[in-house]
């Protein structure tokens, strides 16, 4: 039980911290169409997907509501075309690098232990304070 309360304290606190940091990096603003309000901010390989990658701020694109979820062509889409276009932008906006990063790591199937927890809310107020 104390266990479970401490992992959700992590949890919440790395979320904060992501939320904020990746905002900053984008200066709050749509990083696909530049728009400033409705920001969200989008996993961009999925939290059930992946669970490592969640507080990962490679992992991290900000996107205004209608690039998240509402726009025919949006990360959410359920059009599949919308989709396909969001993705073929995403494959440009994406560099190399970040993109192979994400592709190793979503292949990692390790456990979120509270270790993990720890290291990347640790890792994540380094880069607050940075
Ligand atoms: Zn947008």
């Given at each position: 039980?104390?266990?479970?309360?401490?992992?959700k304290?992590?949890?919440?606190?790395?979320?904060?911290?992501?939320?904020?940091?990746?905002?900053?990096?984008?200066n709050?603003?749509?990083?696909?169409?530049?728009?400033t309000?409705?920001?969200?901010?989008?996993?961009?390989i999925g939290?059930?997907?992946?669970?490592?990658l969640?507080?990962?701020?490679?992992?991290?694109?900000?996107?205004?509501?209608s690039?998240?979820?509402?726009?025919?062509?949006?990360?959410?889409?359920t059009?599949?075309?919308?989709?396909?276009?969001?993705?073929?932008?995403?494959?440009?906006?994406?560099?190399?690098?970040r993109?192979?990063?994400?592709?190793?790591?979503?292949?990692?199937?390790?456990?979120?232990?509270?270790?993990?927890l720890?290291?990347?809310?640790?890792?994540?107020?380094?880069?607050?304070?940075?």
């Amino acid at each position: 039980m104390e266990t479970r309360k401490k992992k959700k304290r992590l949890q919440t606190s790395s979320k904060r911290l992501w939320n904020k940091l990746a905002m900053e990096r984008a200066n709050h603003k749509c990083e696909r169409c530049g728009k400033t309000t409705n920001l969200n901010v989008h996993h961009i390989i999925g939290k059930g997907r992946c669970r490592v990658l969640r507080w990962d701020l490679a992992n991290a694109l900000v996107l205004c509501s209608s690039c998240h979820t509402f726009g025919r062509v949006s990360a959410h889409s359920t059009n599949y075309f919308g989709q396909k276009m969001f993705a073929e932008w995403l494959d440009k906006y994406l560099d190399k690098n970040r993109a192979d990063y994400l592709q190793t790591r979503e292949k990692q199937s390790m456990r979120v232990t509270i270790q993990f927890l720890e290291e990347e809310n640790e890792r994540l107020k380094a880069l607050e304070q940075s």
